[in-house]
């Protein structure tokens, strides 16, 4: 019998169009909660939630770091604030994986906190969403947290990055961005 509380992260839900307004700011709630309790940038890709080597494709490797990042929550009794997520300075981050060259300038202008490929940190990933009205190499997203204290080096990976498969979310083609901008955020 499956939990209950890893419902949210239930398999199957990228079509952004279908995935509920109440699931989207519960996974946000939950990734913005544990990406504030680190201190550092490096902290981002933790032992805790490193992704299975074996998963069945985009969406269960998601979804299987949102399971580890919930149980994490849980025992490391990090409160996970009710209502409306609150971005506070932090940004949302729109990874193109289609879109990839993999040229490592990101890696090296954000001082690792994209890694090769260009992939953001896995302590970051929100959803991963199909967006079929998009062009082929636009159809694949995955939408990221960049807390506070690492958006100045997110930044820095997005201005070197010729091919754009790393985008800000207001700057992306994604249809993502409709479903979002339901959700309010505290100020």
């Not at 998963?55 to 949102?66: E, Q, T």
């Not at 690792?112 to 009205?133: Q, S, Y």
């Not at 690492?150 to 990976?157: H, M, P, S, T, Y």
Request: aromatic share 12%; proline share 7%; net charge negative.
């Amino acid at each position: 019998m499956t939990d209950p509380n890893f419902e949210v992260w239930s398999r199957g839900q990228i079509d952004s169009q279908s995935l509920s307004k109440s699931a989207l700011q519960s996974r946000l709630a939950e990734t913005i909660a544990w990406c504030n309790s680190l201190s550092w940038p490096n902290d981002l890709r933790s032992n805790a939630l490193k992704p299975y080597l074996f998963h069945n494709g985009p969406d269960d490797l998601v979804c299987s770091v949102g399971r580890s990042r919930q149980t994490s929550l849980r025992y490391g009794n990090i409160p996970i604030p009710k209502g409306e997520p609150e971005l506070a300075y932090g940004r949302l981050l729109v990874y193109f994986p289609d879109m990839n060259l993999s040229d490592g300038a990101a890696e090296v202008e954000s001082e690792g906190f994209f890694d090769v490929f260009n992939v953001p940190p896995f302590d970051t990933w929100v959803t991963f969403f199909e967006d079929k009205t998009l062009e082929s190499a636009y159809q694949k997203q995955l939408l990221c947290y960049v807390p506070a204290h690492a958006v100045q080096l997110a930044e820095a990976g997005v201005q070197v990055n010729p091919e754009e498969c790393i985008l800000w979310l207001d700057q992306a083609p994604c249809a993502a961005k409709e479903l979002i901008s339901k959700l309010k955020f505290c100020p």
